[in-house]
């Protein structure tokens, strides 16, 4: 906010050079009216003269604040003349109206928020499939081979041949058909184990139970055993060719569900409050245009990433199977981009909108209507901030009424009687008869030359001249016709009058001998 406020002192400074209107507003229109508010009896002396805009600037006799302009306004003996309330405004009725000020009742209401993300549409990861070789051996054929493939459960990917494997059907066989030729009772204790330790050892190499059931069945000329699908899916990736020779722990194919797909995105720390699990979400998914899909919120990850101080959210979104030129494809593509709002609510809270609350470094403040002119400012505590409204946790009760608009001019205002009340007090005498032509606030340039920084024509030769402040160095000019002209293009003026300051600095009328 410091960076605004020379602008709030150009714009406040405006307003008063037009009308005069925080004068006329605070003393009822003519200057028959001192500080205090009482009529001026002609006898009485008048001890100084001072503005009522910005109290430090004060002179002996007549003439204009050379803050924003305006008349200065005698101050009687016997009166109190303007004190520097920091953090308090009074304006006028006509102030009020020049600046269209605003205000609002705090009141209880539910926070509304539209958090934008964006995030990746994966699968689900509970449904995903790594499949590697239990033994060693050759892949003689491939049943599937290419990326993207649909596959049920049970279906063959691939032929593989295995001597491994091939050595305990064998085995396996030979023991269950003894078994079938003995009386259950003739089976010894040893021929159990035997066999139920070969059919432990082709479950460990992959063979399902409806295959170790065919094997009885099978040609003993066939010595080759099928790599079945474990579950239905899309084939994500394939690490193999037709005779490739693999080993033990070797990646062969991977799988994954893509019907159930998963939306995920990160939320910062600070939005986490907002979210919950049921939480509607709207996507947006840039393969899929002109469509939104609509679901909930069904995770937030409780561990936050300690460089990001972000937390994982989950969506689930369902992915049905779409024809697009004659082939089956899931509509949703597995990593693809997409977009979403998450609309978020809350109970209803004490809240304020956005406009009336100023920020100034860490701190935030807003300016509470007193009534009768008054603006007090006040710190206040900040909860969450919705699209319009910010929840209020300390600083202004329920019903009290804020300024929304007009609050930044009101800001500038307080921060100059602030800035004034650490360095002026009133004086017990007289101000020198020149102090209304320099008095300025504190930290501002005063302006180092007498002539025109537009027009070039000398100060004064066309009446009084105007002076405002910007970026903390005060300016003048021959009349008000210049000042519209320096608005246009502050930075050539100013570089302008940095040069002719420079040049202005005369040699040393003694210079050091060579």
Same mark, same amino acid.
């Given at each position: 906010?410091? +960076?605004?406020? $020379?602008?709030?002192?150009?714009?406040?400074?405006?307003?008063?050079? /037009?009308?005069?209107?925080?004068?006329?507003?605070?003393?009822?229109?003519?200057?028959?009216?001192?500080?205090?508010?009482?009529?001026?009896?002609?006898?009485?002396?008048?001890?100084?003269?001072?503005?009522?805009?910005?109290?430090?600037?004060?002179?002996?006799? $007549?003439?204009?604040? +050379?803050?924003?302009?305006?008349?200065?306004? !005698?101050?009687?003996?016997?009166?109190? @003349?303007?004190?520097?309330?920091?953090?308090?405004?009074?304006?006028?009725?006509?102030?009020?109206?020049?600046?269209?000020?605003?205000?609002?009742?705090?009141?209880?209401?539910?926070?509304?928020?539209?958090?934008?993300?964006?995030?990746?549409?994966?699968? *689900?990861?509970?449904?995903?499939?790594?499949?590697?070789?239990?033994?060693?051996?050759?892949?003689?054929?491939?049943?599937?081979?290419?990326?993207?493939?649909?596959?049920?459960?049970? =279906?063959?990917?691939?032929?593989? &041949?295995?001597?491994?494997?091939? *050595?305990?059907?064998?085995?396996?066989?030979?023991?269950?058909?003894?078994?079938?030729?003995?009386?259950?009772?003739?089976?010894? /204790?040893?021929?159990?184990?035997?066999?139920?330790?070969?059919?432990?050892?082709?479950?460990?190499?992959?063979? +399902?139970?409806?295959?170790?059931?065919?094997?009885?069945?099978?040609?003993?000329?066939?010595?080759?055993?099928?790599?079945?699908?474990?579950?239905?899916?899309?084939?994500?990736?394939?690490?193999? &060719?037709? @005779?490739?020779?693999?080993?033990?722990?070797?990646?062969?194919?991977?799988?994954?569900?893509?019907?159930?797909?998963?939306?995920?995105? %990160?939320?910062?720390?600070?939005?986490?409050?907002?979210?919950?699990?049921?939480?509607?979400?709207?996507?947006?998914?840039?393969?899929?245009?002109?469509?939104?899909?609509?679901? +909930?919120?069904?995770?937030? %990850?409780?561990?936050?990433?300690?460089?990001?101080?972000?937390?994982?959210?989950?969506?689930?979104?369902?992915?049905?199977?779409?024809?697009?030129?004659?082939?089956?494809?899931?509509?949703?593509?597995?990593?693809? &981009?997409?977009?979403?709002?998450?609309?978020?609510?809350?109970?209803?809270?004490?809240?304020?909108?956005?406009?009336?609350?100023?920020?100034?470094?860490?701190?935030?403040?807003?300016?509470?209507?007193?009534?009768?002119?008054?603006? =007090?400012?006040?710190?206040?505590?900040?909860?969450?901030?919705?699209? =319009?409204?910010?929840?209020?946790?300390?600083?202004?009760?329920?019903?009290?009424?804020?300024?929304?608009?007009?609050?930044?001019?009101?800001?500038?205002?307080?921060?100059?009687?602030?800035?004034?009340?650490?360095?002026?007090?009133?004086?017990?005498?007289?101000?020198?008869?020149?102090?209304?032509?320099?008095?300025? $606030? !504190?930290?501002?340039?005063? &302006?180092?030359?007498?002539?025109?920084?537009?027009?070039?024509?000398?100060?004064?030769?066309?009446?009084?001249?105007?002076?405002?402040?910007?970026?903390?160095?005060?300016?003048?000019?021959?009349?008000?016709?210049?000042?519209?002209?320096?608005?246009?293009?502050?930075?050539?003026?100013?570089?302008?009058?940095?040069?002719?300051?420079?040049?202005?600095?005369?040699?040393?009328?003694?210079?050091?001998?060579?």
């Amino acid at each position: 906010m410091n +960076t605004k406020l $020379p602008l709030a002192f150009l714009a406040i400074a405006a307003l008063a050079g /037009a009308g005069g209107w925080f004068a006329a507003g605070h003393f009822g229109g003519a200057h028959n009216h001192g500080p205090a508010g009482q009529p001026a009896p002609a006898s009485r002396k008048v001890l100084y003269y001072q503005s009522a805009m910005h109290p430090w600037v004060k002179s002996d006799k $007549p003439g204009k604040c +050379t803050v924003c302009g305006m008349d200065l306004v !005698p101050v009687y003996e016997g009166q109190k @003349g303007f004190e520097i309330a920091a953090g308090t405004v009074s304006l006028g009725a006509n102030a009020i109206q020049a600046i269209h000020l605003q205000t609002v009742a705090a009141r209880r209401l539910p926070l509304v928020r539209s958090l934008r993300v964006a995030g990746t549409i994966d699968d *689900n990861d509970a449904k995903h499939r790594r499949l590697s070789a239990y033994v060693e051996g050759r892949i003689e054929k491939l049943h599937i081979n290419f990326i993207g493939a649909e596959v049920k459960e049970g =279906e063959p990917l691939a032929t593989f &041949y295995s001597p491994m494997i091939l *050595n305990t059907e064998r085995e396996y066989v030979l023991l269950f058909r003894q078994s079938q030729a003995a009386h259950a009772y003739a089976l010894t /204790a040893e021929h159990k184990r035997l066999l139920a330790a070969a059919e432990q050892r082709l479950t460990r190499y992959g063979l +399902t139970s409806a295959q170790i059931a065919k094997l009885p069945l099978k040609s003993e000329t066939n010595h080759l055993s099928e790599i079945l699908a474990p579950m239905s899916g899309t084939v994500v990736t394939r690490e193999i &060719y037709e @005779g490739q020779f693999v080993k033990e722990g070797d990646k062969l194919f991977e799988l994954a569900d893509f019907f159930t797909m998963w939306f995920q995105f %990160d939320l910062y720390e600070r939005d986490l409050a907002w979210v919950r699990v049921g939480q509607a979400v709207e996507i947006s998914v840039p393969s899929v245009p002109g469509k939104k899909f609509n679901a +909930t919120v069904s995770f937030i %990850d409780p561990n936050l990433n300690d460089m990001t101080r972000t937390a994982r959210v989950r969506v689930e979104l369902q992915n049905p199977l779409i024809t697009v030129q004659g082939r089956a494809r899931r509509e949703l593509l597995h990593k693809t &981009y997409a977009e979403a709002v998450v609309s978020l609510d809350t109970p209803e809270v004490l809240a304020l909108p956005r406009a009336a609350v100023l920020h100034n470094g860490d701190r935030a403040v807003v300016y509470v209507d007193k009534g009768g002119g008054a603006y =007090e400012q006040r710190r206040v505590k900040l909860g969450r901030a919705g699209d =319009e409204h910010w929840e209020i946790l300390d600083g202004v009760k329920d019903g009290e009424r804020v300024v929304t608009t007009g609050n930044l001019l009101i800001d500038g205002q307080a921060q100059l009687n602030s800035q004034a009340t650490e360095t002026v007090s009133a004086p017990a005498a007289p101000a020198p008869a020149h102090q209304h032509t320099q008095s300025l $606030p !504190p930290g501002v340039k005063p &302006y180092p030359l007498d002539v025109c920084i537009v027009g070039g024509e000398k100060l004064g030769s066309m009446g009084e001249p105007v002076s405002f402040i910007y970026q903390g160095q005060q300016v003048k000019f021959c009349c008000g016709g210049c000042q519209p002209e320096f608005e246009k293009d502050p930075a050539k003026f100013l570089k302008k009058l940095s040069a002719l300051t420079t040049n202005a600095v005369p040699q040393n009328p003694n210079p050091p001998p060579k």
